[in-house]
């Protein structure tokens, strides 16, 4: 199965967010068969029918880069991945993105002024360090809230004045290094109306990764190495996803940890879960997600979600002006009955 691919125009990246968040763009195509619609996000409640159960995840983005420099004077920067052990994001050992990584052998003191931060430990054959936090009597988060800065994505070249607007509003347990960026156009004002309208809200927690954005590099979908992320499932949401009319996930790592969750019958854990080609879907059946980058696993999740109308659809985005990828637009698809 050849890796999804269409041509993204870099004026079509969108480098801020609109305001008010629900103002986004909402392309919708739930029903295949009827043509698309052109909406904005503040419509989701009127799009969606009592019964309905709204998924979200509540992970919060980390202050995971690290702007340090060595003891000689020279600038380093290191982004935290993936914490190490049991100790979650209290854990001292990360795996770790470290720049320049050539000029830092292992042992090398990192420092912010005359405070140590970070050691830098050996290599991984992927391009990632393992590192240690020299944290002393402080926690990990109280070192990040002082010192890191939300990480955006690296097609994001201007910067964002107000890092609350790469958190959903609502945001709980910090965890990833990236955020659920389709949850970004959720407001209080849309979860509200969608309340008043009978569909109900629940949870879950999916820690995001780099991986999430990392193109693939296999010539074939098959051959592709999913990476791994920490997801939590509340029983009352397993079984709110039961007794919905239909479930509409907000976003791919929604996504994830209910198929995950339903998949292992493990409801937290650690998942390598690869939705691509016909995958049977157990959980979700409408999906509310950004437009993604080329060749990336979520295109691949979605097309395995919608089938091969993704690709009308993004052409239709393309003409109509829409934003893409994670302050973009958004779109709202049903999931093929068949694959």
Known sequence: MDVPEYRLPLEAIAQRPVEPRHASRLL??????????????????????????????????????????????????????????DGGVESVHWTALVRPGRRLPAGTVLVRGDQELVEVGEAFGDGTRRVRLLTGDQAVTQILDEFGTIPLPPYIHEELTDSGRYQTVYADRPGSVAAPTAGLHLSEDVLAGCRARGVAVAEVDLAVGLGTFRPLSADRVEDHVMHRERYRVAAATMQACRNARRVVAVGTTTVRALESAAASGCLEGDTGLYIHGAYAF????????????????????????????????????????????????AMLVGRRLTV
């Open 28 to 85: 919708v195509s739930v029903d295949p068969d009827a043509p698309a619609q052109h909406r904005h996000v503040s419509d989701l409640p009127a799009l969606l029918d009592d019964g309905d159960l709204l998924v979200v995840n509540t992970t919060k983005v980390l202050p995971a880069r690290l702007r340090l420099h060595k003891r000689s004077g020279g600038a380093a920067e290191v982004l935290l991945l993936e914490p190490e052990g």
């Open 282 to 329: 157990q959980v979700v059946d409408v999906l509310l997600t950004n437009f993604h980058q080329p060749r990336s696993s979520l295109l691949v999740l979605l097309e395995a979600f919608c089938g091969p109308r993704w690709r009308g659809l993004y052409e239709e985005a393309l003409a109509e002006g829409y934003r893409f990828l994670s302050f973009g637009d």
